[in-house]
């Protein structure tokens, strides 16, 4: 949903999304496919580039063994310069074809995300947040010559300082937290297990796999149902495979052959969840206005209708017009609900319920049902 937040638009949510959200993984640089690409045509980047770990050396564990370290060739640059050229070319395609309310998240180490920020001001991205993801398992210092590396930390930034209307999804964060505001660190496991993709001989298929819970909370907070989010380094298709599941269509460039041909494996057997469960959160404040007439005019309540209190102890007619009678008096489902209880004030829509064979059904849920079916059309 678009909230009202500075910098986000305050229009209320009419988000048209479809079911079957189109993923595509392209195989190629991913700075010669971006400039293939139309200007103004994503909704949200998500980038985990390469980043450069200056691994000295074998690391083993004090028993000996190896350790699993990041060590192919993609994840090797001569030096920090040539990282940097590389870090502004995909920077600068990725701006271009995002749209003017399109925000880019980049996911780093100390290796090289001081570099990454630096560079993303200098090329004129406007930082939103930094976002610590701290590992609840990460893996020990075996040297025990520094602290154990337990976060990874992301950048948050919109296209430009005057920036407007990008997608934040304040009030549903919010909502999944307890009525508290969310937070800039975030608790979440390494990928293991079953997530965790293998190939026949039981290795993992991909050293840098992110956990789909890390992506899940990146796409619920900034982008909607029916967006496109573009992911230049692929991988095995974490952001892919999130991004079909929430029902957001997808872009991904890959350079490696067998990690596009996991990550489309992995995507195919997605099923993206239900419309209703991805509909966009909506506020008192946020949600569209819906008169009581059109529960009318949608055949929702019929003329001549009861409507009555909790315990049914006043009943009011609907009237053909919208207005409600309680006894002699004429006007709205507030109004009436009024003088019903002999207050100032009423809300029409939490006093009235409607009669059915399953109970007593407020209006506000008929009401509740218009404004989903109006989200999702
Ligand atoms: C850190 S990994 C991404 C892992 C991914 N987030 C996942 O969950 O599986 C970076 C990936 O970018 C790919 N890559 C590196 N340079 C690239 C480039 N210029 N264009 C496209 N892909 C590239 C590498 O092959 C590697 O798979």
Redesign the pocket.
Known sequence: MVESRRGASARAPRTKFESHPSSQIVIG???AEMSKMAAGSVDLVFA???YNLQLKGDLKRPDESHVDAVTDD?DKFDSFAAYDNFTRA?LLACRRIMKPTATLWVIGSYHNIFRVGTIMQDLGFWVLNDIVWRKTNPMPNFRGRRFTNAHETMIWAARDENSKGYTFNYEALKAANEDVQARSDWLIPLCTGDERLKGADGKKI?P???PEGLLARVLLSSSKPGDLVLD????????GAVAKRLGRHYIG????HD?AAAARARIDAIEPLPDATLAPFMTARSAPRVAFSELIERGIISPGTKLVDSKKRHGALVRADGAIMLGDKVGSIHRIGAVAQGSEACNGWTFWHVETHNGLRLIDELRAEIRSEMAAS
Do not use: L
């Open positions: 640089d991913c700075v985990d580039p390469p993609w995909w991909h840098t796999q992110k230049p380094f692929n991988g095995t298709g974490t952001t460039f890959e350079r490696d990690y």
